[in-house]
T-cell receptor
Framework: DQQVKQNSPSLSVQEGRISILNCDYT??????FLWYKKYPAEGPTFLIS?????DKNEDGRFTVFLNKSAKHLSLHIVPSQPGDSAVYFCAAIHNAGNMLTFGGGTRLMVKP | ETGVTQTPRHLVMGMTNKKSLKCEQHLGHNAMYWYKQSAKKPLELMFV???????ENNSVPSRFSPECPNSSHLFLHLHTLQPEDSALYLC???????????FGQGTRLTVV
């Protein structure tokens, strides 16, 4: 049973608009959440994270929102750029451990 | 350059072959991981080594055998694999309690 789910396998957005990537989780013990970005033929690279004690974390064009009651988090990219086209993975950790549980990924395509 | 290097980048092997995947990290991290990425599936954690001690993952078949001779090197020994084992194998490392992992570029394995 998948504890971290990304229900949209793909998303297409126009350049300059907002991209919203969603992630749901089932394990209430998760207390730290991360987003990774993956280009073809490369390993995932860390993008942004959020602790369960926060509901928002912002880094430049990237903002992650956490709704603990709904067990839902989202990544907002604004404005979207063609270079943002990649697969985005949501991941979660519990009890400050170091075993990431990943979602299935969402492929973002930003059209010029 | 991610600091985590995997070799080889591509590997084609027959079902009776024995091969090894190598991972090396120069980040001073004390935890290393093997992940498997199959098409349309989440990243699957296979093995974790923390402070050079292995954390067993019972769901991984015995035809995959990890080895961690020191904190900088991690191997995945492969023996009598099946075609369904064809996937991207990703190595990662992290520092305890920091959460996010740094990934290598992966080894694309094809079993024929």
């Amino acid at each position: 049973d998948q504890q971290v789910k990304q229900n949209s396998p793909s998303l297409s957005v126009q350049e300059g608009r907002i991209s919203i990537l969603n992630c749901d989780y089932t394990n209430s013990m998760f207390d730290y959440f991360l987003w990774y970005k993956k280009y073809p033929a490369e390993g995932p690279t860390f993008l942004i994270s959020i602790s369960s004690i926060k509901d928002k974390n912002e880094d430049g064009r990237f903002t992650v929102f956490l709704n603990k009651s709904a067990k839902h988090l989202s990544l907002h990219i604004v404005p979207s750029q063609p270079g943002d086209s990649a697969v985005y993975f949501c991941a979660a950790i519990h009890n400050a451990g170091n075993m990431l549980t990943f979602g299935g990924g969402t492929r973002l395509m930003v059209k010029p | 350059e991610t600091g985590v290097t995997q070799t080889p980048r591509h590997l084609v092997m027959g079902m009776t072959n024995k091969k090894s995947l190598k991972c090396e990290q120069h980040l001073g991290h004390n935890a290393m991981y093997w992940y498997k990425q199959s098409a349309k599936k989440p990243l699957e954690l296979m093995f974790v080594y923390s402070l050079e001690e292995r954390v067993e993952n019972n769901s991984v078949p015995s035809r995959f055998s990890p080895e961690c001779p020191n904190s900088s090197h991690l191997f995945l020994h492969l023996h009598t694999l099946q075609p369904e084992d064809s996937a991207l194998y990703l190595c990662a490392s992290s520092q305890d309690s920091q959460g996010h992992a740094f990934f290598g570029q992966g080894t694309r394995l094809t079993v024929v």
